[in-house]
């Protein structure tokens, strides 16, 4: 009988010690990943939300530049006091209104090479000593790009991180000073505030901020970057160090809870191996009702995650919905209609997906001539069209829906109207390292005095007439990613009527 009960003793023993053993690990396994997803998602956001932060800042910048007044101000001599004051009244809720409007920017600071101008919170002049710093030497160099830093204000005192960008005389392209935004470091922290795990902010490889949390040996480092907008040589990076004992801690408890209760059931089996049984069983139980409740739980996570996947197909549906027109169409004989259900599909299809990402010209050429035949089945043949593209052009990059612009312009103001022989001309060359797209139609028109007017409103970074004929977003997208060498040019067709748009850009092509 006691070798009966050691044997039944033994076989317990090791059977409790391979199932502690076993379920030791699934549990680690469980917790681990559940952590590293947690941290994953929480990493995921903080750097939506940073990357959001510089694009406000860069954002702000451009405006800062083309804004009229600010140049006005920038580049006006001063006699009196009184004038600088004037002109500064005209500015300062500009600003005012930008670092209300976006929390995170803590300061911005115009410097400025003009001796007539005093000092004030958003505008100073640079000294002797702010023209020779580095910061003020680079932002020259680098000819009006956008570069980040760490910055030490020169009123303040305290580091930001800092956008510094030249600012030019947009008429002439002469410098006239540096413009540079702080970011608030304490909006910043709020950004990993919540996370348990100690983060950082790198700046090019240099942390600039940390939360610095005793949370123990890291055992893991998940890491997300990425380049700030219009920028070409900064990267941001965050890092989360996620604790070795953030992931096990409830592991080591499960793992002594398990063992004291391995002690008992021993101690208990000397006396009577019916009761150690009767608890095996229990034990038993229990393990198999916590791994199913983690098998539900996990379960119930990928079905979350299955009903988010979901909210990001939302767009195929116009697609499937726009095919099925079309498939209709195409089984009552309908040719004319599922081609314009077609070519209607192309367009949504490519305007949805355009960003600040260049496509070669014939891309957008084959978005405008799908545009175009659309037109023609409106105006029921009122409306005809060539387009001519050289074939070196053809593969020239371009920013998405700059030309369909143009063609859409030509329709409103110049061809809706007329009762019948409309006529649209596209032609497309490179010559001298310059891409030129012309658009040029037989429509109404404008008299000298409109056709001035509208050229000297073009450049407008404002809100005026050139924005309600579909040029100005094209002219500010032409001069922000372009800079000087490009340009829009609207003037009278070649035969007296109608109009003709000139869009030029550099030629570049896809290496």
Same mark, same amino acid.
Request: hydrophobic share 45%; with cysteine.
């Given at each position: ?80 006091a009184l004038d600088i004051y004037t002109a500064y009244t005209g500015i300062a809720p500009i600003f005012d209104d930008y670092l209300h409007t976006y929390g995170e920017i803590a300061e911005i600071r115009l410097y400025l090479e003009n001796p007539t101008?005093?000092? +004030? ?20 160099d680098w000819g009006g790009r956008i570069f980040w830093t760490q910055h030490l204000d020169t009123v303040t005192g305290q580091k930001h991180i800092s956008l510094i960008r030249q600012i030019k005389n947009v008429a002439t392209g002469k410098h006239l ?167 209607? +599909? ?45 074939? *070196? ?53 404008? *008299? ?37 060498? +490009? ?25």
């Open positions: 009988m006691r070798r009966v009960l050691m044997v039944c003793f033994l076989s317990l023993f090791l059977s409790l010690l391979l199932m502690g053993g076993y379920l030791s690990c699934t549990l680690a396994q469980v917790i681990r990943d559940r952590e590293l997803h947690q941290a994953q998602i929480t990493l995921d956001r903080m750097a939506l939300s940073l990357n959001a932060v510089f694009s406000n800042a860069a954002d702000i910048a451009n405006r800062v530049y083309m804004n009229p007044q600010i140049q006005q101000a920038a580049t006006g001599q001063y006699q009196t101008l005093l000092n +004030s919170s958003y505008i100073i002049v640079a000294d002797r000593a702010i023209r020779e710093s580095p910061w003020y030497r680079k932002a020259i000073g540096v413009l540079v935004i702080n970011l608030g470091m304490g909006n910043l922290e709020h950004l990993y505030a919540s996370d348990p795990y100690d983060t950082s902010i790198l700046l090019d490889g240099q942390t600039v901020l940390s939360s610095h949390k005793d949370s123990g040996r890291a055992h893991y480092v998940l890491t997300r970057q990425f380049v700030p907008r219009q920028t070409l040589n900064n990267t941001v990076e965050i890092t989360c160090a996620i604790p070795k004992k953030a992931l096990f801690a409830p592991v080591y408890a499960m793992v002594r809870r398990c063992a004291v209760i391995v002690a008992l059931v021993l101690g208990v089996s000397l006396v009577s191996i019916f009761f150690v049984l009767d608890n095996t069983r229990n034990l038993q139980n229990e393990v198999f009702r916590q791994k199913l409740q983690q098998e539900q739980l996990f379960s119930r996570q990928k079905e979350m995650q299955l009903k988010i996947l979901s909210n990001q197909i939302n767009p195929h549906f116009l697609y499937n919905t726009l095919e099925t027109i079309r498939m209709m169409a195409l089984a009552q004989s309908q040719d004319s209609i599922a081609g314009a259900v077609k070519m209607l +599909s192309r367009i949504l299809r490519q305007s949805l997906n355009a960003g600040e990402k260049t496509v070669p010209l014939e891309t957008e050429i084959a978005l405008v001539r799908d545009y175009l035949n659309i037109q023609k089945i409106r105006f029921s043949g009122r409306i005809s069209f060539d387009i001519a593209v050289d074939e *070196d052009a053809a593969h020239c990059q371009i920013l998405p829906l700059l030309v369909q612009p143009l063609a859409e312009n030509s329709f409103v103001h110049g061809l809706e109207n007329r009762p019948q022989g409309g006529h649209i001309a596209i032609r497309g060359t490179v010559s001298n390292g310059l891409l030129t797209v012309e658009v040029a139609d037989n429509g109404a028109g404008m *008299d000298a005095k409109r056709l001035a007017f509208i050229r000297s409103r073009l450049n407008s970074p404002e809100p005026n007439e050139a924005e309600r004929i579909g040029l100005a977003n094209v002219s500010q997208r032409l001069q922000l990613f372009y800079g000087p060498a +490009s340009g829009l040019d609207i003037s009278p067709g070649k035969d007296g009527t109608g109009i003709r748009v000139t869009l030029t850009i550099p030629e570049t092509r896809d290496v």
